[in-house]
T-cell receptor
Framework: QKEVEQDPGPLSVPEGAIVSLNCTYS??????FMWYRQYSRKGPELLMY????GNKEDGRFTAQVDKSSKYISLFIRDSQPSDSATYLC??????????FGTGTQLKVEL | GAVVSQHPSRVICKSGTSVKIECRSL??????MFWYRQFPKQSLMLMAT?????????EQGVEKDKFLINHASLTLSTLTVTSAHPEDSSFYIC????????????FGPGTRLLVL
């Protein structure tokens, strides 16, 4: 079992839709949870990070963590074509190391 | 946010040669730098962690003699792929951290290596 599981997609939605991206993890010791956006042939860009269960909102993005279920989500409201990218969840697994999910490829269509 | 650059952005080399990739933090001093490798349609895999002035810590399965990491200053880390082979072809990405904490890890744009 991988430490972090993420559906690779691809996920295609119409412009304006609400997007839900999810990851599950296996190690209950994980403390920090991040979402990165990666455009093709570019490095990842940090979108959100959180360290506790609950919701964190930043503009059109909401990160949700459920530690009891070992489940994290990223919601994108009013999705735009410019949101088309690969979204990676990342979890701090101790020793200052990040463990990434495989990434979900998102395409927002006009 | 903080800016991290990588050079070169793309490199093609012959099998058996060595390739050096630079990672620079442009507007902050990086206590820790990380090197990742990403194969097509796969996630980032941490290769090694380097702290300025000390030896890098390599992840299991990563050959330290093949992937030489030098972190000589708080703004520069280099990764040298020695005696490169076609299977080393990948996307290499560095990140830099202000305090070593994951919430402040900033990624470079990546270097695409193709070994012929």
């Amino acid at each position: 079992q991988k430490e972090v599981e993420q559906d690779p997609g691809p996920l295609s939605v119409p412009e304006g839709a609400i997007v839900s991206l999810n990851c599950t993890y296996s190690n209950s010791a994980f403390q920090y949870f991040m979402w990165y956006r990666q455009y093709s042939r570019k490095g990842p860009e940090l979108l959100m990070y959180t360290y506790s269960s609950g919701n964190k909102e930043d503009g059109r993005f909401t990160a949700q963590v459920d530690k009891s279920s070992k489940y994290i989500s990223l919601f994108i409201r009013d999705s735009q074509p410019s949101d088309s990218a690969t979204y990676l969840c990342a979890i701090e697994g101790g020793g200052n190391k990040l463990t990434f999910g495989t990434g979900t490829q998102l395409k927002v269509e006009l | 946010g903080a800016v991290v650059s990588q050079h070169p952005s793309r490199v093609i080399c012959k099998s058996g040669t060595s390739v050096k990739i630079e990672c620079r933090s442009l507007d902050f001093q990086a206590t820790t730098m990380f090197w990742y490798r990403q194969f097509p349609k796969q996630s980032l895999m941490l290769m090694a962690t380097s702290n300025e002035g000390s030896k890098a810590t390599y992840e299991q399965g990563v050959e330290k003699d093949k992937f030489l990491i030098n972190h000589a200053s708080l703004t520069l880390s280099t990764l040298t792929v020695t005696s490169a082979h076609p299977e080393d072809s990948s996307f290499y990405i560095c990140s830099a951290s202000l305090s070593g904490g994951q919430e402040t890890q900033y990624f470079g744009p990546g270097t695409r290596l193709l070994v012929l």
